[in-house]
């Protein structure tokens, strides 16, 4: 118990932001999987963190209200977005998403209410560990389920061939809109968790930087199962650390070996990490087949 004390006293924060970071991909995971290339949630992460902030601040609202409400708040915010957004595909739906991302940003430099470019302070610091991840199981819970239901099978159709999908009778808008949404929300969820968790959140902490390090949480983990973007925020978040601990400490060498990491999953296993389990199932399936101890 001791030992453990210890571990969360030194190891507390990287622990609560692995959590974040997860949720975060999990967000993107979502419009990933209906094949749609997002850079929006980051700003959808700082829309439900200043609203839960401003409401718990200025308006005394209890937290577990200020995190749905900006949640509900990213998620409305998402649904307008995506009604004219998601008719561009590809680098274009990216390079809108990631303007309105520019948006939010400058908005809440110049706004008053959000403190301006100095941040947003004095939030309460409600959000603990252990609600970290007993959210992290519910959304997980909630994506496989959703994995295997009609909606679910509609955006793997759609991210695999939107026009055979449409030809099939699947309606291609409304199931992009609500990719988009529940992305949304989630996002705004964690953003919400974020600002309770900190004193102080600033708009630089949901720009272009944090938008891209999402993307690059799914692409190591792997998009296709909502394992591998939890996998892959995990590992890149706890990477820093895991340097530092065997001399690693200046900046530019971690920022190479983060590159490096990329790069490799990129050339060598195209479905993020996730894929080396999938395999190693799959090669344990075929021996046991060949054993004929396999089902019948």
């Known amino acids: 118990m001791a030992q453990l004390s210890y571990f969360f006293a030194v190891y507390g924060s990287l622990v609560n932001f692995i959590g974040i970071n997860a949720l975060l991909a999990l967000s993107l995971y979502v419009t990933l999987s209906a094949g749609q290339l997002s850079l929006g949630n980051a700003a959808f992460a700082g829309i439900g963190g200043y609203t839960a902030g401003i409401l718990t601040t200025q308006f005394g609202v209890p937290y577990v209200l200020s995190l749905l409400a900006g949640a509900l708040v990213a998620a409305l915010v998402g649904f307008l977005l995506?009604?004219?957004v998601l008719r561009l595909r590809g680098v274009f739906l990216a390079m809108a998403t990631l303007s309105f991302g520019e948006v939010v940003r400058i908005a809440a430099i110049n706004l008053k209410i959000t403190g301006g470019a100095e941040g947003l302070m004095g939030m309460p610091t409600h959000t603990k560990t252990w609600f970290i991840y007993l959210v992290i199981i519910g959304v997980s819970y909630f994506l496989a389920k959703l994995r295997y239901s009609k909606a679910g099978w509609s955006f793997e159709s759609i991210r695999e061939d939107e026009t055979a999908a449409s030809a099939m009778g699947i309606n291609t808008t409304y199931y992009k809109t609500l990719a988009f949404t529940i992305g949304a929300f989630i996002a705004g969820l964690a953003g919400a968790m974020y600002a309770h968790l900190n004193y102080i959140i600033t708009p630089?902490?949901?720009?272009?930087?944090?938008?891209?390090?999402l993307l690059i949480y799914c692409i190591v983990g792997g998009s296709r199962v909502w394992v591998g973007p939890v996998l892959g925020a995990a590992l890149l978040t706890a990477l820093p650390e895991i340097l530092r601990g065997v001399g690693v400490t200046?900046?530019?060498?971690?920022?190479?070996?983060n590159g490096l990491i990329l790069l490799i999953v990129i050339l060598f296993l195209p479905n993020g990490l996730i894929s080396l389990f999938q395999r190693r199932r799959t090669v344990d399936a075929g021996v046991l087949a060949s054993l004929g101890i396999g089902e019948k």
Not at 250 to 256: K, L, S
């Open 204 to 213: 630089g902490e949901f720009g272009f930087s944090a938008a891209v390090n």
């Open 250 to 257: 200046a900046g530019p060498i971690r920022m190479f070996v």
């Open 82 to 84: 995506g009604l004219p």
